[in-house]
Every structure is written in structure tokens, then in C-alpha cells.
């Protein structure tokens, strides 16, 4: 079992903030630090501000070594997929070849208005989502010397020299994820390294990635290529004290946090998330909220990871 660090930097962090931590989760020996994709807090002021994933990611590329880098998930609404090809590869270079690309439909309405990006109805964002998968993955595929065209409903390629290359080949992993019953997994079975099921429960967890597998067999692909990923909030003290503790920091309670994330001594979560790999789930990506205690990443480490990884 991989254990990766999962930040949501839009309540409130600086990339200073961040790199503290992506460099605390290198050295405690985490497979991977990884943000979310946002521009506005949900809930609280969000001070000091928004800070962009892929300009954050490019910094931690250069100011760490042996970490893995990325997002859960890049909204598609937010850039356009030949810019975001560019983006990531170029990421992947700077880091010699440490780099993972989540992406998603997008959800979040109201930072789309505050930032003036349009927010179109959830079956043309898929249909977006989709478009943004083939151009991308195309453009990474595309040989040296030859060009790339596309001719979609949204987006059109003409003559594109298809660079930068990333240094991952044929790409870097493609992360997908989501809730969704239908047409996420058959997206995840198409063009997905990963699937990744956020902040739900084991039978949830195991009924997705099912899912998934059986669109794999429908599309004649194995289902053991995909890595089965589940991403839970995490709060662990040494006592019911330290627990406590950590969950008022956050604005949780701690039997809320037992119920839907990984909470309590480290032989709870240790246990917790044997339960979850029985389901499935080879990597989890523990939501740390409180990016100030770096104490709570080096109990997990010592404690937790230890034991599972």
C-alpha cells in the first residue's frame, strides 16, 4: 500500500506553505505529495489567496528529488488541452519525470464566477473532459518530426508540432476519478492509469472500482493496468487527547472523522486501511488539513506508514 499526501492549499496556504510540506512528506519517505486543483476557499477567507497547481507543482519540481507530483483533479474548464499538454510535460521535465496528471469535469460553481471561467451544464463538461483526454494524450503520442490534428465538437488541432514531449513515456500516468456510477468508469477504462474514488466508504469504494474493472473487460482492456486509488481525510494522535486535538484544529468531530475518513490511534487507521486494500484500493491519498502541523506527517510516517507501506 502507497501512502500519498493530499493538500487543499485554496483554504488557505502559500506555496512557501507547501513546499514545507511536500519537502517534509519527501524526507518521511511518502510516494507522493499531491494538491487540488482550486481558486476559492470553501468556507473561511482562504487568506492569503488561491496559489495556481501547476505553477506550484513546477516550483516543487525543482526544490525536491525523489517525490512524485500531482493533482486530484485539474479542472478542464480551467485551460485549454493543448496548453495543458505543454504545461504538464514541461512540469515532467523539470522534475525528471515525476509527474501525474489528475483531471476532472469540474464542480465548483461559484469559483468559476468569481474568476470569470465559464462553467458550461455537467454533460457537455464530460464531453469536454473527453476531448481534453485524447487531445492530450494524443498530443504526448504524437512521434518526434510528425504533426497532431483533431477535429472535435469543442476543440480543433491543426498541424500541431505536438511539443514539448514529457520525460514519462509514452506519458505521464492519467489520473481519473469521481463518484459517478457509468460514465466515469467507462472514461477510467479508456484512458485512465489510475482511478481514484474520493471521500466515500469501503462498499463504495469496492462497488467503483467493480465498476471500472468491468468496463475494462467491455473494452477488452485488463483491469490490472488501472492502480485502484481511494482518497480519505486523515487526523491521527498517539492518544484520544491528540486525536481530539487535531480534529478541532480542522473544524471536524472526532467520531465523524472515525465514520468517514482514517481517524484515531495509529492501529485504528493502520487497521482501517487493511480494510480498505481488501477492498481494492492500492495507494490512498490522506487529506492532511492542519498544513502547519508537520508533527501530525511524522507520526503517520513513523506509525502508519511503517505498517503498510
Not at 220 to 230: A, L, N
Request: charged residues 25%.
Amino acid at each position: 500500500m502507497k501512502l500519498r499526501i493530499f493538500t487543499e492549499p485554496q483554504q488557505g496556504a502559500s506555496y512557501d506553505t507547501l513546499l514545507r510540506v511536500a519537502k517534509a512528506a519527501e524526507d518521511l519517505g511518502f510516494d507522493a505529495f499531491f494538491r487540488s486543483d482550486h481558486y476559492l476557499a470553501m468556507g473561511g477567507d482562504g487568506l492569503p489567496g488561491p496559489t495556481d497547481a501547476w505553477i506550484t507543482l513546477a516550483g516543487l519540481a525543482r526544490e525536491t528529488s525523489r517525490i512524485r507530483l500531482g493533482v486530484l483533479v485539474t479542472a478542464a474548464t480551467f485551460r485549454y488541452p493543448g496548453v495543458l499538454a505543454i504545461q504538464v510535460a514541461q512540469v515532467d521535465q523539470m522534475s525528471g519525470g515525476r509527474v501525474e496528471m489528475g483531471l476532472g469535469t469540474g464542480w465548483y460553481e461559484e469559483e468559476h464566477t468569481a474568476y470569470g471561467i465559464p462553467f458550461p451544464p455537467l454533460a457537455e463538461r464530460f464531453a469536454r473532459l473527453e476531448e481534453q483526454l485524447r487531445i492530450i494524450t494524443g498530443l504526448w503520442r504524437t512521434p518526434v518530426g510528425e504533426t497532431f490534428d483533431f477535429e472535435g465538437e469543442y476543440y480543433r488541432l491543426s498541424g500541431s508540432p505536438a511539443l514539448p514531449k514529457p520525460v514519462q513515456r509514452p506519458h505521464p500516468p492519467v489520473l481519473l476519478g469521481g463518484k459517478g456510477a457509468t460514465r466515469t468508469p467507462r472514461l477510467a477504462a479508456r484512458y485512465a492509469d489510475e482511478f481514484n474514488v474520493p471521500f466515500e466508504p469501503l462498499e463504495v469504494n469496492r462497488d467503483r472500482f467493480t465498476r471500472v474493472r468491468q468496463a475494462c473487460a467491455e473494452l477488452g482492456r485488463d483491469p490490472d493496468e488501472i492502480v485502484y486509488s481511494s482518497t480519505l481525510v486523515v487526523c491521527v494522535g498517539k492518544d484520544d487527547a491528540e486525536v481530539a486535538r487535531r480534529a478541532a484544529n480542522i473544524g471536524r468531530q472526532v467520531e465523524e472523522l472515525k465514520q468517514n475518513g482514517l481517524a484515531g490511534s495509529p492501529a485504528e487507521v493502520v487497521d482501517k486501511i487493511g480494510r480498505y486494500a481488501e477492498a481494492g484500493a492500492e495507494r490512498i491519498y490522506l487529506q492532511v488539513l492542519d498544513l502547519d502541523d508537520l508533527d501530525h506527517l511524522e507520526l503517520i510516517a513513523s506509525q502508519v506508514l511503517s505498517q503498510v507501506g
